[in-house]
T-cell receptor, first 110, second 113 residues
Framework: QQQVKQSPQSLIVQKGGISIINCAYENTAFDYFPWYQQFPGKGPALLIAIRPDVSEKKEGRFTISFNKSAKQFSLHIMDSQPGDSATYFCAAWGNNDMRFGAGTRLTVKP | DAGITQSPRYKITETGRQVTLMCHQTWSHSYMFWYRQDLGHGLRLIYYSAAADITDKGEVPDGYVVSRSKTENFPLTLESATRSQTSVYFC????????????FGSGTRLTVV
């Protein structure tokens, strides 16, 4: 069973809009939550990560919001650009185990 | 070149054949991982290694074998390839579990016919 559930599967956003990808986890032992960005033909690359002692982390146009009580976290991409078009994976790590969501294919239309 | 490299990038093999995918990293990271990526499943862990000569099963280890005689190399072998093993395989490394995320290679696209 999937321990990290990610939605939506695909997302189309206009240039300049906000992209939001959501993830939910079950295992309360998870204590590190990275997001990865993957371009076609490439491996996933670490984009931004958060630990559960903070509710939000921002790096440039990318923000992670974290809700520990709901066991949910989300990635917000502000001012989305065509260059952000990629597949995004959330992940959760704990007890020597990293679990990935199924991925969201983001398309930013010019 | 610094980084993590996988070879080959593409491989077509026949059912029943043995095939080995190579992974090499230059950072001396302790941890190395093998994932397979399939549509709808995201990334699933096949095997991982905490150090040379220490390996352990992940979520989907059946049909795969790994070894790690040197810190920098972590080959993945499909002993008798099946069509269900058609996938994109990614190797990753990390200085420590959960530390700074994982660094992935560019992947090997394997097709079993």
């Amino acid at each position: 069973q999937q321990q990290v559930k990610q939605s939506p599967q695909s997302l189309i956003v206009q240039k300049g809009g906000i992209s939001i990808i959501n993830c939910a986890y079950e295992n309360t032992a998870f204590d590190y939550f990275p997001w990865y960005q993957q371009f076609p033909g490439k491996g996933p690359a670490l984009l931004i990560a958060i630990r559960p002692d903070v509710s939000e982390k921002k790096e440039g146009r990318f923000t992670i919001s974290f809700n520990k009580s709901a066991k949910q976290f989300s990635l917000h991409i502000m001012d989305s650009q065509p260059g952000d078009s990629a597949t995004y994976f959330c992940a959760a790590w704990g007890n020597n185990d990293m679990r990935f969501g199924a991925g969201t294919r983001l398309t930013v239309k010019p | 070149d610094a980084g993590i490299t996988q070879s080959p990038r593409y491989k077509i093999t026949e059912t029943g054949r043995q095939v080995t995918l190579m992974c090499h990293q230059t950072w001396s990271h302790s941890y190395m991982f093998w994932y397979r990526q399939d549509l709808g499943h995201g990334l699933r862990l096949i095997y991982y290694s905490a150090a040379a000569d220490i390996t352990d099963k992940g979520e989907v280890p059946d049909g795969y074998v790994v070894s790690r005689s040197k810190t920098e190399n972590f080959p993945l072998t499909l002993e008798s390839a099946t069509r269900s093993q058609t996938s994109v395989y990614f190797c990753a490394s990390s200085p420590g579990q959960g530390v700074g995320g994982y660094t992935f290679g560019s992947g090997t696209r394997l097709t079993v016919v």
